[in-house]
């Protein structure tokens, strides 16, 4: 039902978080051969009548994404800015061109991209903005949430309690795949929210 309302939204990289966490479900609960196969099947086939009743979200997901012409959500779009990041990092590698900085080199140098407010990747911006010190540090921490979260996960035969000791897992993959939809992550305040996901991923089996 989630997956449907972010497919009727038009929000690609969301539904690619719910998929993620769809297989991460599956991953960590193990379902049988038959099962597996009965819910893929299932998947398939609500795919294919979702796109044919809704052509015209079915070419936002498909054809419009590698469209350079479709400003702003074209996959063109997001590697000129994902390029113009590495191309300031490679110039500022130690320690960056500090917070935010971003944008007003984008601005300063007259550069026209319509996404100008960051690089739309949390990953890359770590880099960019605070270099190499940043960067790793950002890695590093997210990798210890991460073995947190997997430490809770706790090996039961009772599908209910994987489900519940998965949960904190699927939610930070959705949040923090390589490619999920980040906001500015040092200039914007709707990050609260993510990072108050993250804490709640975490507080669930404290």
Do not use: C
Request: charged letters at 10%; a positive charge.
């Amino acid at each position: 039902l989630y997956g449907s309302i972010i497919l009727i939204s038009g929000n690609r990289v969301g539904f690619f978080s719910v998929f993620l966490s769809i297989l991460t479900l599956l991953l960590f609960t193990r379902p049988k051969l038959t099962e597996g196969i009965f819910f893929i099947t299932l998947g398939i086939i609500f795919l294919l009548l979702f796109s044919y009743f809704n052509p015209k979200i079915f070419e936002k997901f498909s054809l419009f994404i590698f469209n350079e012409n479709k400003i702003p959500t074209s996959f063109f779009q997001y590697m000129l800015l994902w390029k113009t990041s590495f191309n300031y990092f490679s110039s500022n590698i130690l320690l960056g061109i500090g917070p935010t900085n971003f944008q007003n080199f984008l601005i300063n140098n007259n550069i026209s991209v319509y996404l100008k407010e960051h690089p739309h990747n949390n990953y890359l911006q770590a880099f960019t903005e605070t270099g190499l010190l940043g960067g790793i540090s950002y890695l590093l921490m997210l990798f210890s949430i991460f073995l947190t979260a997997l430490s809770k996960h706790v090996k039961k035969s009772d599908k209910t309690l994987i489900f519940l000791s998965s949960l904190p897992t699927i939610i930070l993959i959705s949040l923090l795949w390589p490619f999920a939809n980040g906001y500015d992550l040092y200039g914007q305040q709707q990050n609260s929210y993510f990072w108050y996901t993250v804490v709640v991923a975490l507080a669930i089996f404290f």
